[in-house]
């Protein structure tokens, strides 16, 4: 899976919990959940939980700590998939 | 006119000590209360770490009578007992078991949730289709006022007899609605405070959220860490304060011992509006709520002389330190000393407010500042607030303490402020 679908599957995934419409529509590999996107720093659980099903992978809490942008996430769901 | 209120009664069940003698020695040591838990562990908890109160079967039966014991399953009321008793017999208040109810008495004691593992265990009996086995009490252990209707059987309570509940904040708002109800006549005494329910059907939801730290589980005692740059979430735990609020004259004529006056206070929300939301603070509410509470306490922001805070060891803290010194207009080397309980505690949740009160007012009454403990790696964002001085990380011992704040932040974007003063005859 390139970069492009994996933005466009996570699109999906965080579109419930954005309070920043502008910052969605533009929602690049660069964008921050929490900055950018508005999304509450509570949801973020929530977000990975929905990634951990949508890729079925499992995402470790060191991890789960760095995925505070949509870079850290490709990142991290790249690797757990290579590790599969 | 208002009635003066004043404290002549304390009581606590907290994980680093169950009564007021090991209590005090135990806050005045910085003896922490965070042991490693198997269970948690065994049911992929992240934090395997908690506080909770060590109650031996035989202090058990000193509070609760074997009928009361009888399928009890419900360690929040059973705090909550030690703590309410012990605040009431330590006031030099009867307990008649007979005769009239003590219409001038009452309580709020508050809870965040009452009896989770009675309700875990009825909910298996009521899906196996065995309803009938619940007996008697399961209703009364789960019910949000279980604690209250407890306390106001054994102690013949016969004023106000309710629950509040408000998250994080409950305890200390406990002590507020008790001190209002006082202030305007309604009531002569009030037991107040809050208990709260341990184990992990309490604190799963909290680890789900991340919230909780894992960091520390090798090193329990090092783990919760308020105002420190290596904090990284609060350590779960449970227990009860209990305080008994009377008014002056009431206790003048009583001629009871008098641990502090409560001067004022206020409780407010945020609205999750602002900075504010469900788990965050609206920054402006907090440092309202401050303002608001010292200008009901009829004193200037200037003669504070300690905060009791929050601060929870998440990376909230330095928000919370930056309220303050807004709220008060004070940093750098005016700000007053500020230490957490929860270093040594833990967060005991609905409990919290309530035992970090008795603290505040141990500290008051026996002229000591407790050691806010695992923060010798303070916070930058802190430092560049106040001076780090002003965070005792050793016991002091001054008979200059005069007046304390005490807040208390909570889910759903909530505050509640108290300003205790040293009473002085």
Known sequence: MNTEELIEKLKVIVKPYVKDEEGFKNMTENSDFLNDLKINSANLVDVILDIETEFDIIIDNESMEKMLNVKAAIDIITAKLNEK | ?425
């Not at chain 2, 949000?144 to 209707?149: D, E, F, K, L, P």
């Not at chain 2, 105002?227 to 206790?251: D, I, K, N, R, Y």
Request: aromatic content about 6%; proline content about 3%.
């Open chain 2, 1 to 425: 006119m208002n009635n003066r209120v004043v404290i002549t009664g304390l009581g606590v069940a907290a994980p680093n000590a169950v009564g007021i003698p090991d209590f005090t020695a135990a806050i005045k040591n910085g003896i922490s209360g965070i042991r490693y838990y198997q269970q948690l562990k065994d049911l992929n908890f992240s934090c395997c770490i908690a506080g909770i109160p060590q109650v031996s079967e035989e202090l058990k039966q000193q509070y609760l009578s074997p009928l009361q014991l009888k399928n009890f399953n419900s360690n929040g009321i059973l705090y909550g007992c030690i703590a309410g008793i012990d605040a009431w017999k330590d006031a030099g208040l009867p307990i008649n078991e007979n005769g009239d109810a003590d219409w001038d008495s009452g309580t709020v004691f508050g809870t965040g949730v009452s009896g989770i593992e009675k309700l875990r265990e009825s909910f298996y009996k009521i899906d196996a289709g065995n309803v009938k086995t619940l007996g008697s009490t399961a209703v009364l252990q789960t019910m949000a006022s279980g604690i209250s209707a407890y306390l106001s059987g054994i102690l013949g309570l016969g004023n106000l007899v309710t629950t509040n509940s408000s998250a994080c904040c409950t305890g200390t708002e406990s002590i507020l609605m008790g001190f209002e109800r006082i202030q305007s006549g309604k009531a002569k005494r009030m037991l107040v405070g809050g208990c709260s329910d341990d184990g992990p059907y309490v604190w799963g939801g909290f680890d789900a959220m991340k919230v909780m730290t894992y960091k520390h589980n090798d090193e329990p005692e090092k783990a919760s860490r308020p105002m420190s740059v290596t904090a990284s979430g609060f350590v779960p735990a449970s227990g009860a304060g209990a305080l008994l609020l009377e008014s002056l004259s009431s206790a003048m004529e009583r001629g009871a011992t008098i641990y502090g006056e409560i001067l004022g206070g206020a409780m407010n929300a945020g609205g999750q509006r602002g900075t504010g939301s469900m788990t965050a603070p609206n920054n402006e509410a907090v440092q309202r709520c401050i303002k608001e509470a010292i200008e009901n306490a009829g004193i200037d922001a200037s003669e504070i002389d300690l905060i009791n805070g929050h601060l929870t060891a998440t990376t909230k803290d330095a928000t919370e330190i930056n309220n303050w010194a807004v709220a008060l207009n004070r940093k750098g080397e005016d700000f007053p000393y500020i230490h957490s309980l929860k270093a040594m505690t833990g967060h005991c949740l609905g409990a919290a407010g309530a035992v970090e009160s008795v603290a505040a007012v141990l500290g008051l009454h026996d002229g000591f500042i407790f050691p806010s403990i695992n923060c010798e790696d303070l916070h930058p964002d802190i430092a560049a607030i106040i001076s780090a001085e002003k965070i005792p990380r050793q016991l002091i011992e001054t008979n200059n303490l005069q007046v304390i704040a005490k807040a208390s932040f909570g889910f759903g974007d909530i505050n509640a402020c108290i300003i205790f003063k040293k009473y002085n005859a």
